[in-house]
């Protein structure tokens, strides 16, 4: 009986590595490597969100400045900043939810930088 090409099989030799520090280390440390990755990006998109909201609070501050008489734009300047201050509010709320959640998983310092650097650097 004829074999396809789809059939045979070709040894792959090694098992297949990440690319970066992902591929590299023992699979024990994968758990604190990946600890270590979440809490930078919740850090990271936090800083941006707190970021953003001074961005848009200081734009709707000059907007409802330069609104004058004008009543559509001084709802649209306060629009801009209640939907500002809301989605600070979100993010605090996020950040204790992410906690609560590292908690209950057993990633005790899923927020704290000081922790993750320290590991990080050795120090």
């Known amino acids: 009986m004829n074999r396809f090409l789809t059939q045979q099989e070709i040894p792959l030799g090694e098992p297949l590595k990440g690319i970066g ?21 919740i850090g990271l998109l ?4 707190f970021i953003w909201f001074t961005f848009k609070l200081i734009l709707g501050a000059i907007s409802i400045m330069g609104a004058g008489s004008d009543k559509t734009a001084l709802e649209n300047a306060r629009k801009d900043i209640t939907t ?6 979100v993010v605090i709320a996020a950040v204790f939810i992410i906690d609560l959640i590292g908690k209950i998983l057993g990633i005790d310092n899923i927020l704290n930088p000081a922790a ?4 990080i650097f050795k120090l």
Not at 84 to 89: Q, Y
């Open 116 to 119: 993750m650097l320290g590991e």
């Open 21 to 41: 520090t992902l591929g590299e280390g023992e699979p024990e440390n994968a758990l604190s490597l990946f600890n270590k990755f979440l809490s930078s990006t």
């Open 46 to 49: 936090t800083i941006i969100a």
């Open 84 to 89: 500002s201050i809301v989605g600070l509010i």
